[in-house]
């Protein structure tokens, strides 16, 4: 089956502290794998997108990396913000379908 | 500006009332699709399109319908609206998935509440 499981499932940290969330999927066969931020009440925005040759990406302060042997993703976040507090999904893709498997995502409060 | 647009944002309703939320995109996208959102069930998705004329269930496509008459509109269909479909809806939209990485581009979604 087609799943893909988010650890934490919430975290709290303090502002300007860095954290990393984890991202588990059994997708197949693997297209790409997105992370998305978002907003309580908003539409998801992409952070990134990888596909399989990708070990990791950034966007800012955000860094993505990806095992595809091990079908593990994390995003980590540097010098974390007020505004970095969030639900943070991630989103496999398999090759040649359609449709997206979405995790539940992982809910950031960053304190002051 | 580059977007996707939903109407309504929010929307109170009565069992068995058809309704319709419309759904537009500007950027000449193939693919669309419809989500609804539930805590702790997280994104889940209804149906998608991946052309005009072209749409196909999803994860949970029970109580919907959809059309794609014109490549820039996907509208969401509850022919007879229950509670149970109380629910944040979303829509999207990209370049065609599969043949590529392409970033999927949200509505502000739709806040669908069934009495």
């Given at each position: 089956k087609n799943q893909v499981e988010q650890s934490p499932q919430s975290l709290i940290i303090l502002e300007g502290?860095?954290?990393?969330?984890q991202c588990n999927y059994t997708v197949s066969p693997f297209s790409n794998?997105?992370?998305y931020k978002q907003d309580t009440g908003r539409?998801?925005?992409?952070?990134?997108?990888?596909?399989?040759?990708?070990?990791?990406?950034?966007?800012?302060?955000?860094?993505?990396?990806?095992?595809?042997?091990?079908?593990?993703s994390s995003l980590h976040i540097t010098a974390?913000?007020?505004?970095?507090?969030a639900s943070y999904i991630c989103v496999v893709s398999r090759r040649e379908y359609s449709t997206l498997t979405f995790g539940k995502g992982t809910m950031l409060l960053v304190s002051p | 500006e580059a977007q996707v647009t939903q109407n309504p944002r929010y929307l109170i309703t009565v069992t068995g009332k058809k309704l319709t939320v419309t759904c537009s995109q500007n950027m000449n996208h193939e693919y669309m699709s419809w989500y609804r959102q539930d805590p702790g069930l997280g994104l889940r998705q209804i149906y998608y399109s991946m052309n005009v004329e072209v749409?196909?269930?999803?994860?949970?496509?029970?109580?919907?319908?959809?059309s794609r008459k014109e490549k820039r509109n996907f509208p969401l269909i509850l022919e007879s609206p229950s509670p149970n479909q109380t629910s944040l809806y979303f829509c999207a939209s990209s370049l065609a998935?599969?043949?590529?990485?392409?970033?999927?581009?949200?509505?502000?979604?739709?806040r669908l509440t069934v009495t």
């Open positions: 502290k860095n954290c990393t969330l794998l997105r992370w539409g998801p925005v992409s952070l990134t997108i990888m596909t399989f040759s990708e070990n990791t990406k950034s966007n800012g302060r955000y860094t993505a990396t990806l095992d595809a042997d091990t079908k593990q974390s913000q007020l505004s970095d507090s | 749409t196909d269930k999803g994860d949970v496509p029970e109580g919907y319908k959809v998935p599969g043949k590529g990485s392409y970033e999927q581009y949200f509505g502000p979604g739709t």
